[in-house]
């Protein structure tokens, strides 16, 4: 994993049960913590969606006045704080709802006109690869529409309908 060192305090904010059904997630849990640096202090928001059949997906950003906030680069240089704190939230994440498996959306950046194998997708799955434990979990990536999944070896034989489930839970949310 990333040093333990890396990882920013964050704060568990809250759990919100779905009330308007406009999406199927039954529970929405968010996290906030902060990255600090020589002149500013950013706040970053994690949202961890909670499915039926044990499907978590998360989404972060970068707290900042746009629509696209899920597209833009923070230019802080600081991946390395931030993938830390995102992994030890998916920690948390699974102590808290007893679910461990997880489907991530990379958005593409600003300048990228289609979100195919795009450029956060193939860093987000390479560092999933690298950090996660293998024995434990496998990571697979869609570059088609720039998906990723982290599954338990123990649902292995579910992959397919894991993979269909958070196929139609991105279409709901895009």
């Known amino acids: ?6 990882i920013q305090e964050y704060k568990y904010r809250q759990s919100n049960k779905n009330l308007n059904r406009k999406e199927t997630y039954l529970k929405e849990h968010i996290y906030v913590f902060f990255l600090r640096s020589e002149y500013n202090r950013s706040k970053y ?3 961890i969606k909670e499915y039926a059949n044990g499907l978590l997906t998360i989404d972060f950003y970068r707290k900042v006045s746009t629509s696209n906030k899920f597209r833009i680069l923070s230019n802080e240089f600081k991946f390395g704080h931030l993938g830390a704190t995102i992994l030890d939230i ?8 007893k679910v461990n498996t997880f489907g991530i959306l990379a958005s593409n950046l600003l300048s990228e ?4 194998n795009n450029k956060r997708f193939r860093v987000y799955v390479e560092v999933l690869r690298r950090k996660v434990d293998g024995d434990k979990y496998q990571v697979l990536g869609s570059d088609t529409f720039s998906t990723i999944f982290v599954i338990p070896l123990e649902r292995k034989k579910e ?3 894991i993979v269909i489930s958070y196929g139609n839970i991105f279409k709901e949310t895009s």
């Open 1 to 6: 994993m990333f040093e333990a060192k890396s």
């Open 45 to 47: 928001v994690v949202t």
């Open 90 to 97: 998916m920690r948390d994440i699974q102590e808290r709802s």
């Open 113 to 116: 006109d289609k979100n195919e």
């Open 159 to 161: 992959e397919k309908e």
